[in-house]
């Protein structure tokens, strides 16, 4: 005789976060998070931001870098969209 039969819910996707663990995606960070402060006029060491904030998320980052709460929607969006210009538009002059 067979034991109980379980029904599962159908998975349709799974998510999961490669940053870091599959995909070295902190050049592309690093360079954004210099090109985000260059375009705004701030001084920025970048190798010491990027040492006071590796694993944090984008607005941690802001904050950091600006030393005060800040608006998270301008921050991640502008440093985020800017990661990823940064990184097609190299893939463009390949």
Known sequence: ????TVSAPRVE????DMDGTMVDSMPWHAR????FARRRGLALDVDDLMRRTTGRNAYECACELMERVVSAGNFEQGKDGLMITLIFDEQDQK
């Not at 996707?13 to 999961?16: K, S």
């Not at 954004?32 to 090109?35: F, K, L, M, V």
């Open 32 to 35: 954004a998070w210099g090109e």
């Open 13 to 16: 996707a799974i998510i999961f």
């Open 1 to 4: 005789m067979a034991g109980p």
